[in-house]
């Protein structure tokens, strides 16, 4: 069965000080693998999808990286306004669903 | 109006009550999801259309009923609710799996409280 972890279940961090959210899968066939933020009372909002190992894609002071076993986003000089949970979901070959892990809540103090 | 818009954005029930949940999208997508996200648990597939045909149903019991008229509109029928169907109850649409796998894009979310 295809399983999501996402660790740390939480972080805070100082203003500037870098770190890096971990999410580890096991599906059998990756299609994607997405990122999501999720402010408090709204709804996830994608950030990126990785299809295959290897792969980097960045956006301003995140960027996530794929392995064939984990993903990891990495922010770099967070700021306050970065607070919020990060959602990591991969979505398989062999069926439709989308299957998220619990997420990872960032709170980022001036 | 763009995106994915969900209505009512609050919503307090009693175990006997009937309502409904509506979500319209404004992106040209053919699928149209129903999730539930319950604190610290990742978020739960309810229901799937793709192209107005139902082609997921995650066992969720009868008491949610989902109706999709058309591409545009989805419906979540809500009866006889338990205190543990509290949750957020998040809609989202895709392009449909026709083409390559792209993401979601969600609505706001209707908060539920069942008494």
């Known amino acids: 069965e295809d399983q999501v972890t996402q660790s740390p279940e939480a972080l805070r961090l100082q203003e500037g000080e870098s770190s890096s959210l971990n999410c580890s899968y096991t599906?059998?066939?990756?299609?994607?693998l997405f990122w999501y933020r999720q402010d408090p009372g709204k709804g996830p909002e994608f950030l990126f999808t990785?299809?295959?190992a290897g792969e980097e894609k960045e956006k301003e002071r995140l960027k996530a990286t794929l392995t064939k076993k984990e993903s990891f986003l990495h922010i770099t000089a967070p700021k306050p306004e970065d607070s919020a949970t990060y959602l990591c979901?991969?979505?398989?070959?062999?069926?439709?669903?989308?299957?998220f892990g619990a997420g990872t809540r960032l709170t980022v103090k001036p | 109006e763009t995106g994915v818009t969900q209505t009512p954005r609050h919503l307090v029930m009693g175990m006997t009550n009937k309502k409904s949940l509506k979500c319209e999208q404004h992106l040209g997508h053919n699928a149209m999801y129903w999730y539930k996200q319950s604190a610290k648990k990742p978020l739960e597939l309810m229901f799937v259309?793709?192209?107005?045909?139902?082609?997921e149903n995650n066992s969720v019991p009868s008491r949610f009923s989902p109706e999709c008229p058309n591409s545009s509109h989805l419906f979540l029928h809500l009866h006889t609710l338990q205190p543990e169907d509290s949750a957020l109850y998040l809609c989202a649409s895709s392009q449909g799996d026709r083409g390559p796998v792209e993401p979601l894009h969600f609505g706001n979310g209707t908060r539920l409280t069942v008494t």
């Open positions: 259309y793709n192209f107005k045909e139902q082609t």
């Open positions: 990785l299809y295959s």
């Open positions: 599906v059998s066939g990756l299609r994607g």
């Open positions: 979901a991969v979505q398989a070959y062999n069926n439709n669903d989308m299957r």
